[in-house]
């Protein structure tokens, strides 16, 4: 089993700057990638972004393209989510994921392809 566990959220003024963290424990792997999702209330969990298995390649959706910034720790096995230039539709829970299978990025963007799941941490962004 794989535990995955975000932290960093909080309350930010827009334009402001968050790091997220996710740090994984268990049966860590340097050989998978990673992904970044969001829920907003009363929207669908969407994809923020993903990370090859050794941080070469980063993919991101275009609403926080340029924004936001993905990279990954192997050492620490830690995945961070640094993000810039906040806006209020920012706002939401925000989850790290690993995925199901070792040296692929799979579909940009598919949730069916990750496996383990952290329990998510709020970020609220205010105008």
């Known amino acids: 089993q794989v535990q995955l566990v975000e932290s960093g959220g909080g309350l930010v003024q827009a334009g402001g700057s968050l790091r997220l963290s996710c740090a994984a424990s268990?049966?860590?792997?340097?050989?998978?990638?990673m992904g970044w999702f969001r829920q907003a209330p009363g929207k669908e969990r969407e994809f923020v972004g993903d990370?090859?298995?050794?941080?070469?390649?980063?993919r991101y959706a275009d609403s926080v393209n340029g924004r936001f910034t993905i990279s990954r720790d192997n050492a620490k096995n830690t995945v961070y989510l640094q993000m810039n230039s906040l806006k209020p539709e920012d706002t939401a829970v925000y989850y790290c994921?690993?995925?199901?299978?070792?040296?692929?990025?799979?579909?940009?963007?598919?949730?069916?392809?990750?496996?383990?799941w952290g329990q998510g941490t709020q970020v609220t962004v205010s105008s």
């Open positions: 268990g049966r860590t792997s340097s050989n998978y990638a």
């Open positions: 990370i090859s298995w050794g941080g070469g390649s980063t």
């Open positions: 994921a690993r995925h199901r299978f070792v040296f692929t990025l799979g579909t940009k963007g598919a949730s069916s392809d990750y496996e383990y």
